[in-house]
């Protein structure tokens, strides 16, 4: 038996980043909030973080849930924040044209900034830029991320890896501003940490089905392009079999059965079972139960997966 691959775990003084990801509605979110739970509980200084305009960590957690960070009721040492796109895309935009304009662009150059900064890509790169701040805080321990579905989550992370390619207005100057340097070595040293195993973990969330598992796949394949490694994935709402006596449920589970196989071919990192509770994960006691149900069977002991 190998050492334990401590797949979720901080690493002395650099904090863990852990990333959800995912088809939608598989139950990143669910899943998410469990494990900045459970970390959180271990005693880990814990950001949850949600990414995905669409989610539900405040029906979750039956709390507001804003884009400044908040505490948890009822949980230690764990604070929960969304990026919310618009609204950082606007922070951006603001803070980009102030910089211009200090840089004394002429009124031509300003014109042509605008119409960039309202091309598509702003949201994404402004989210990015907000993402980066908080990977770059020392408060935190781990930061857990709700990840919007597997395309907005892949193009959020390959930003960085496309830097050159992303918002920059040309001048006639072609020298860099300190500001511009600056820049991209805080995107260089994000880079450096999402391909870093000991930094960074990539989880998904996957249903045992056919679509689920060839899109997380295709993602796990793509992260690879860029030197990101997927550490872990998690087969949720498995059937309990004590349950399964039906002829219906009998089939769901042997389905079930056969999709795992496949999942056991297709991706490499370790793969644990999330079983279908009989509630919605939703209140602090959901939470607890189902961090039980994931984290504490015998080949998960304290979040360390075994390797054979």
């Given amino acids: 038996m190998k050492e334990a691959a401590k797949v979720l775990l901080p690493q002395e003084k650099e904090p863990r980043l852990i990333f959800f990801a995912g088809k ?4 990143k979110t669910s899943l998410s ?22 989610s539900h960590l405040e029906d979750v957690f039956e709390q ?41 662009y002429s009124e031509e150059m300003l014109m042509g900034l605008k119409e960039e900064l309202d091309s598509p890509c702003t949201e994404e790169m402004a989210s990015f830029n907000k993402f980066i701040d908080y990977t770059e805080a020392d408060e935190y321990e781990v930061i857990v991320f709700d990840t919007a579905p597997t395309g907005h989550t892949l193009r959020l992370l390959e930003l960085p890896m496309n830097w050159e ?54 993602a796990v394949e793509e992260l690879e392009t860029v030197d990101v490694e997927t550490q872990l994935v998690i087969a949720n709402q498995i059937l309990p079999k ?17 999709q795992l196989e496949v999942m056991e071919e297709k991706f490499s990192a370790p793969i644990i079972k999330m079983p279908l509770l009989a509630e919605e994960i939703q209140g602090l006691e959901t939470l607890l139960e189902a961090g039980k149900e994931l984290y504490t069977a015998k080949k998960t002991k304290l979040l360390n997966i075994e390797e054979e």
């Fill in 165 to 218: 390619q992303q918002l920059e207005f040309k001048t006639s100057i072609n020298t860099n501003t300190q500001a511009d340097l600056e820049s991209q070595k805080r995107f260089k040293r994000v880079i450096d940490k999402l391909q870093d195993k000991e930094q960074t973990t990539f989880a998904f969330v996957v249903y045992p089905e056919t679509t689920p598992i060839l899109e997380a796949h295709r």
């Fill in 64 to 104: 507001e849930v804003k884009g400044e960070v908040t505490k948890v009721d009822g949980v230690d040492n764990l604070d929960i924040v969304k990026i919310d796109p618009k609204e950082v895309a606007e922070e951006y935009k603001e803070n980009v044209l102030a910089d211009a304009q200090e840089k004394n």
């Fill in 242 to 258: 004590e349950y399964c006596t039906t002829p219906y449920f009998k089939k769901r589970s042997k389905m079930q059965d056969e």
């Fill in 24 to 27: 939608g509605g598989v139950g």
């Fill in 33 to 54: 909030s469990v494990t900045a739970v459970y970390l959180a509980r271990e005693d880990y200084k814990t950001l949850l973080l949600t990414t995905d305009p669409a």
